[in-house]
Nanobody, 117 residues
Framework: QVQLVESGGGLVQPGGSLRLSCAAS????????MGWHRQAPGKQRDLVAA???????TYVDSVKGRFTISRDNAKNTVYLQMNSLRPEDTAVYYC???????????WGQGSQVTVSS
C-alpha cells in the first residue's frame, strides 16, 4: 500500500505561480511512476505531468514550458511547480503513484487550484 498526501494549491491571479507537493509513504520502494492529473468541472481527469523511473518526465502540451515536475527521493515527495498560470488551468489536481508490476495506481486527496482575477 502507498499513501499520498497533497499540499499546496489555492487561488492565484492569471500569470501567477503555485507549487503542489505530494508526499508518499508506505511501500514506496515499489513506485515506478509519480505524477499529477487534473480534473476541471464537467470534464474527465487528464494527465498533466509524470515522473517515470525517477528521471524521465513528460507533460501535456498545454503546460509545457510553464509547469515543472520534480521528485525528491530523500523526502519521498513529488512536486509540481506551476508558473504563468491561466484561467484554463483551474481544476482539482490529483497526485498519483503507480506500481507497474502490481498493476496498481494510488491517488492523493486532490488539491483545488483556481486561477482568477
Amino acid at each position: 500500500q502507498v499513501q499520498l498526501v497533497e499540499s499546496g494549491g489555492g487561488l492565484v491571479q492569471p500569470g501567477g505561480s503555485l507549487r503542489l507537493s505530494c508526499a508518499a509513504s508506505g511501500n514506496i520502494i515499489t513506485i515506478d511512476e509519480m505524477g499529477w492529473h487534473r480534473q476541471a468541472p464537467g470534464k474527465q481527469r487528464d494527465l498533466v505531468a509524470a515522473n517515470i523511473g525517477g528521471s524521465t518526465t513528460t507533460y501535456v502540451d498545454s503546460v509545457k514550458g510553464r509547469f515543472t515536475i520534480s521528485r525528491d527521493n530523500a523526502k519521498n515527495t513529488v512536486y509540481l511547480q506551476m508558473n504563468s498560470l491561466r484561467p484554463e488551468d483551474t481544476a482539482v489536481y490529483y497526485c498519483y503513484a503507480r506500481q507497474n508490476l502490481a498493476g496498481r495506481t494510488y491517488w492523493g486527496q486532490g488539491s483545488q487550484v483556481t486561477v482568477s482575477s
